[in-house]
């Protein structure tokens, strides 16, 4: 699920949070990417977690001959990802629905996905450096 035909402004959340016929972009990732920046100041070292965590996803759904990742859910995935992230690096996290309201997405398609994501991983978070 990715962003369509609306651009992020300092006014505005995520927009319309369609995806079916959405390709996962640079620029859509930019965008994700800014408006955690912008809104929860997301930190560089969440990121690299949340890489980690996406890349773990990617490697379980393989050994598990399951297949999760697509176009159309990339936009959650990634989402979600970051949520993770900021969950085991962080003291305090916005709850699951301040997340829902900034990417104007349904916090029950929010939150099956977060539990779709953990069970996929093996609720394996531990990332060291």
């Not at 859509?28 to 965590?53: F, M, Y």
């Not at 990742?69 to 301040?98: C, E, P, Q, T, W």
């Amino acid at each position: 699920m990715l962003v369509k035909n609306q651009r992020y402004s300092k006014d505005k959340s995520f927009g319309n949070y369609t995806g079916a016929s959405d390709i996962a972009s640079f620029q859509r990732i930019a965008l994700v990417l800014d408006i955690l920046r912008r809104k929860v100041n997301l930190l560089i070292e969440e990121g690299i977690v949340a890489s980690v965590l996406l890349q773990r996803l990617i490697l379980k759904q393989d050994q598990k001959g399951v297949h999760i990742l697509s176009a159309r859910n990339i936009g959650m995935l990634l989402i979600v990802s970051f949520i993770l992230a900021m969950k085991i690096s962080r003291d305090i996290v916005h709850k699951n629905s301040y997340f829902a309201n900034l990417f104007n997405i349904s916090i029950i398609d929010l939150n099956i996905s977060e539990c779709g994501y953990l069970r996929l991983i093996d609720h394996q978070l531990w990332v060291e450096f």
